[in-house]
């Protein structure tokens, strides 16, 4: 049976799409989506009717922020394994 041939750069450029992704989406985060959702926290004003819409939405927010951040951190993983399966098939055995 012929050998099964695999370019590994076909992993790393995967890799590297997710390792692309995670950076462009944490940079979104912290300098674009927190900032401008915590500039949006009091416009409900500060009076006792609006305190449990204004309680829900920050909770929202933080909501969002986690799924995304946690969204982040799963293309940076598959990125790692990726990357790790293109070094296996570059350094496997003939």
Known sequence: MA???VDPNA???????????????????????????KDTFDMGGHYAAVTTCNTAYKQHTADLIATITAYAAVSQ?????????GHNWQTREL
């Open 3 to 5: 050998p099964i041939k």
């Open 11 to 37: 992993y790393y450029n995967a890799a590297k799409g997710l390792f692309d992704l995670t950076t462009d989406i944490s940079f979104a985060v912290t300098q674009v989506i927190t900032p401008g959702l």
């Open 77 to 85: 993983q598959l990125g790692d394994v990726l990357d790790l399966a």
